[in-house]
């Protein structure tokens, strides 16, 4: 068989992909078989070929489980890749609004930061490093407990404040030493008292807050100041800048007042004094937003970090982005029980459901496009909406609808098989140019190949839950054309069968092993009076949790309604 991908897949992944578009998720049942697999293919086709290229959704077929020999066979043949696997339909945190508040550098002022706050609206700001890295965040609060609650005169210092900072802050001009360095000892003092009596004040390192007279400027440079600071644009005299350059000070010039200078000096301090760095909460674009709420609600932040998978910032949520978040747009094919959906389901917003089943225990919030049809296989409905809408069905899309057919009939033996699904499934047939018998043939064969798999991958390769008021009912099914392989599966299946039950948490458990051929099915059953309800359901003998049933093939129209009788006439004798 060629490796090559058919133009209709890539089309059906290529369509849709333009900026902007929301995407709409098919899929089938977990467990899925090849009706799941196919049918969520060829309706995806079909959605987007209904709205045309230019449509407002993009639609993508998915799959809630693994797939079985027998699909593999089918996307094989006509060239299609698997759908795409989810496990979980909630809504991530990428589908919640994210303010791209952008990052800052460690070493701005804190001036800065609360300017930028005021224009952006913000009350956290992000602090990040090269490649975007995130490296703290700085608040509202901080900002405030930095102007409110340090009184220490040292804590610019101490800050280790960049020169450039000061100069900002203080609408300032360097006119001795160099603006690239930090102000990283001494403390802020301001020369108000005559020059003798601040000259015991001042110590070496220190930044003074002065006006224009000569006398206070030598004393500070005298004292082994770091910085003086000349307040209201005093002129600076040579003499003062030659003493300044020889005693390693630096002289600022400020066109404030002496006052406004140091008021604003604790302001140009870094944000990296303030901010948080230890103890992040932070969330990826791929958490789900059920998991983070939680998280959420036991922290006092506004403003939470969004990082991508690399640990680069992204952008930041709050709590009140919960609200607004848009829910996961989904169309369900070949099933409509919440146990037997995509975790999650009843958080999505659920758009149509296209099933053969019967009703089953999903609930939706709003009215949906729900189509259900008593015939053998959903690809047989999906089959008459492209007549009904007059959409051509390509030879590939017709290959997938009539292998589901064909696996979800038994190839025409099953009693939920219809006048319809024979008469869809032989059109297609000729439209995919496979012979039914000889495709159909293969097609299990692939699927029959049981030996080598795991005692878990069979039991679950096509496994569904049913919910009753009361109970929880899990039924398992695999086909075969070989008795001899059959056989051999059901003692592998025998002691698996109790495991399965305790895992799943189950009140009853049976497996079907169906023999297409014979259209004869073999049941084991595990479970509080599970022999007695299978007797009672099909009059059969059951030997050690095993009974043989003649006929029997179908775990739609002959199993669970046989099982859900027999516990109704349970229940009533009781």
């Known amino acids: 068989m060629e490796e090559t991908i058919n133009p209709v897949y890539q089309e059906l992944t290529r369509t849709g992909h333009k900026a902007g578009k929301r995407t709409v998720c098919i899929t089938g049942h977990k467990n899925p078989d090849t009706d799941s697999i196919c049918s969520a293919l060829a309706y995806t086709y079909f959605k987007q070929q209904l709205q045309g290229p230019d449509g407002p ?18 996307l094989d043949y006509f060239h299609f890749q698997q759908p795409l696997y989810i496990d979980n339909i909630g809504t991530r945190v990428k589908d919640m609004e994210i303010h791209r508040t952008p990052g800052v550098n ?74 690239d360095t930090d102000f990283d000892s001494g403390k802020v003092i301001i020369a108000a008292a005559n020059p003798d009596v601040m000259e015991n ?79 992040l909460v932070t969330f990826r674009m791929s958490d789900y937003t059920d998991q983070i709420r939680e998280i959420m609600s036991k922290k006092r932040y506004r403003d939470f970090p969004i990082l991508d998978k690399h640990g680069s910032y992204i952008g930041m949520i709050s709590r009140r982005n919960l609200l607004g978040v848009r829910k996961r747009e989904l169309i369900l094919v070949d099933h409509n029980e919440v146990s037997q959906a995509v975790d999650n389901v009843d958080n999505a917003e659920i758009l149509e459901i296209i099933d053969h089943h019967r009703l089953g225990t999903l609930q ?27 959409i051509d069905i390509p030879k590939e899309i017709a290959g997938l609808l009539c292998s589901a057919i064909l696996s979800d009939t038994l190839v025409f033996r099953s009693p939920t098989c219809t006048a319809v699904d024979r008469a869809a499934a032989e059109e297609l047939a000729q439209t995919a140019g496979i012979q039914i018998e000889p495709f159909a043939k293969a097609m299990f064969a692939a699927g029959s190949d049981l030996r080598s798999k795991t005692d878990d991958e069979i039991f679950y390769t096509d496994f569904k839950t049913f919910d009753t008021e009361e109970i929880t009912i899990g039924i398992g099914q695999i086909t075969s054309m070989s008795e001899e392989e059959l056989h051999e599966i059901r ?25 297409i051929i014979e259209e004869t099915t073999t049941m084991l059953c595990y479970g509080n009076k599970a022999e007695m309800i299978v007797k009672d359901a099909f009059d059969v003998p059951v030997e050690e949790n095993v009974a043989v049933m003649k006929g029997v093939v179908s775990r739609k129209k002959q199993v669970v309604p046989g099982i859900m009788a027999a516990l109704a006439r349970e229940a009533e004798e009781t």
């Open 106 to 179: 460690r070493k701005i002022s804190v001036k800065d930061a609360w300017n930028l706050m005021k224009t952006q609206n913000v009350v956290t700001l992000p602090v990040t490093g090269e490649k975007n890295r995130l490296e703290g965040v700085i608040t509202i609060n901080d900002i405030a407990k930095s102007y409110m609650d340090e009184n220490d005169a040292g804590i610019v210092a101490v800050a280790k404040t960049p020169y450039r900072n000061i100069l900002q802050t203080l609408e300032a001009e360097m006119v001795v030493g160099n603006p």
């Open 491 to 515: 003692e592998r299946m025998k002691p698996f069968i109790e495991k399965a039950y305790e895992e799943k948490g189950l009140d009853l458990a049976f497996f079907m092993l169906t023999d």
């Open 57 to 74: 959704k993009k639609y993508l077929a998915c799959r809630a489980g693994a797939v079985s020999g027998e699909t593999q066979y089918v």
């Open 364 to 390: 939706t919030m709003n009215p949906v496009f729900f189509r259900n049809q008593p015939v053998g296989c959903t690809a047989t409905i999906i089959y008459q909406m492209y007549h009904e809408y007059g």
């Open 201 to 279: 004040y001042i110590n070496e390192g220190d930044m003074v807050i002065l006006g224009n007279r000569y006398e206070s400027q030598l004393m500070a440079i005298l004292a082994g100041a770091g910085c003086i600071v000349v307040c209201l644009g005093a002129a600076v005299s040579r003499t003062i800048q030659h003493m300044a350059q020889e005693h390693g000070t630096a002289v600022i010039v400020s066109p404030l007042d002496t006052y406004t200078v140091a008021r604003l000096i604790n302001q140009a301090m870094p944000v990296d004094f303030f901010m948080k760095s230890d103890g």
